[in-house]
């Protein structure tokens, strides 16, 4: 059987990957999704273990020291974390997972997984993540300030990844997203089974 594939999406803060993920789920229910554990505070809206598993930083610094992760990195004075099992476990039953992080975390998988295929959400301009990230009214004006900060960071890195997705149009992005995940599908290693099985009957 063939493993799966890890999709890593990466993208700054506001530039609407929350939004595509819902609706890359309803159209794809069948990908994987890995829990992060972090340490922000929850927000309004957000649910214990639907995204995030939410936990202290000592919690955390034992997941560190038991190397119970895949990769982490502290984003805008909290730990984010890819919990390393249940990634693992996924692929190796042979299911597709999608794992949202940080460029660094990004770069942590690729080095450990080169086989991953990385995709940055790139929003239309840095203006337009400025109003989306401020209009989502989630974060205080200084956190706003910090996170615009990091973003600049992230975008100057975007090349590392395999592909941009520029997330203008949300169902056009989602579309994108799911052409990625099928090209990866039709790639020669992934499609042996069926040229063994051609061969076979002939
Ligand atoms: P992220 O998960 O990357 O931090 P979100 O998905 O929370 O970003 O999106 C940030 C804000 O931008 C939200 O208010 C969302 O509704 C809005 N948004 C996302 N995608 C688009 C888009 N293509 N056009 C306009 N607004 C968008
Ligand atoms: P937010 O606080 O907006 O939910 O996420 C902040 C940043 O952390 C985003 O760039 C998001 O992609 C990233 N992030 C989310 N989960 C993880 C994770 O498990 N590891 C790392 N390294 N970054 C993460």
Known sequence: ???GVIFIISGPSGSGKDTLMVELFKKCPEIKFSISSITRAMRVGEVEGVKYN??????FEQMIKEDKLLE???????????????????????NNILIEVDVNGAAQIKEKMPEA???FIMPPSFEELERRLSGRGTESEELIRKRMQSSLDEIKRASEYDYIIVNDDIATAVDDIISVMRSCQLRQEKQKHIIEEVLEKC
């Open 1 to 3: 059987m063939n493993k």
């Open 72 to 94: 982490y990195n502290s984003y805008v004075g909290n730990y984010y974390g890819t919990p390393r099992k249940p990634v693992e476990d996924e692929i190796e039953k042979g």
């Open 54 to 59: 939410f936990i202290s930083k000592e919690q």
């Open 117 to 119: 295929v990385s995709m």
